[in-house]
């Protein structure tokens, strides 16, 4: 299962299982649970730990340190959870003393080829980041939201669930949940209505999302009106409850 030309720490600590390719190097502080596959000529560097069923590809750099000036040496770490897939040439590097210390990757994510995900970056569930696709420090992509290849996300940003980034995104705001965003710089385009229905949210929620969007950004209305028009709505389409929170508390501001 592990082959003969791979570089592994004895303080490394790996599930009997562990699948290691020709020329892999794996650190020590590097934990990696039952059924992963690491390709050849993957680096894993720790503290660094590596949840079940994840395969990561050949050429990926995983728990690096973080290319921060600040950073001098600390202790810092990344999580990643069970069933991610991470391409080709990806890089994830670890978290930085400035900020929780700690990059945190959830579950059944999929980061293709060439991918990078910063330090002290947090990434939810059933993510998508597609070729190239890139998060500075910092940033938190929530749950099922899809970033085409070469979306570009500036340091701070959060992206919210299901929302969707088309090819070439340069991302300089937080991205509310359910919309479809694009361009340089990145403006709403809508709702992210088909991967709300490939999702199986009704038409009554999806109905009431496109009403959302439009108080949001069609209305001329001041933000803090919008977000209370929204709550209004959000009493009989729960759906719209995170949508309000999350531009009511946004740092950086929306898009718009």
Not at 151 to 176: E, L, N
Request: glycine share 10%; net charge neutral; with cysteine.
């Amino acid at each position: 299962m592990i082959h003969p030309s791979a570089i592994i720490d004895p303080a490394a600590d790996l599930a009997a299982d562990v699948e290691v390719g020709p020329y892999a190097i794996i650190g020590a502080g590097v934990r990696i649970g039952a059924g992963c596959s690491i390709g050849p000529h993957v680096v894993l560097r720790g503290p660094t730990t590596i949840g079940p069923a994840t395969r990561i590809f050949q050429f990926a750099s995983i728990g690096e340190d973080p290319q921060d000036k600040k950073y001098a040496g600390e202790a810092t770490s990344l999580v990643i959870g069970a069933r991610n897939v991470i391409r080709e040439y990806a890089t994830v590097h670890r978290g930085t003393a400035q900020d929780r210390g700690e990059t945190r990757i959830g579950d059944d994510n999929l980061l293709m080829a060439y991918t990078h995900v910063a330090h002290d970056c947090v990434i939810g569930n059933n993510v998508i980041m597609a070729n190239a696709a890139s998060l500075g420090g910092h940033v938190e992509v929530q749950d099922w939201a899809i970033l085409g290849g070469f979306s570009i996300v500036h340091q701070f940003c959060q992206i919210g669930a299901h929302s969707f980034s088309a090819m070439g995104s340069v991302i300089a705001k937080d991205v509310p949940p359910y919309l479809t965003i694009g361009g340089h710089p990145a403006v709403p385009r809508g709702i992210n209505a088909e991967g709300l229905r490939r999702r199986q949210f009704s038409p009554e929620a999806i109905a009431a999302l496109r009403r959302a969007y439009r108080l949001l950004y069609l209305a001329n209305l001041k933000l803090a009106d919008a977000v209370a028009q929204i709550r209004e709505l959000a009493k009989t389409q729960p759906e719209l409850e995170s949508l309000a929170d999350f531009v009511a508390d946004s740092n950086r501001s929306i898009v718009r």
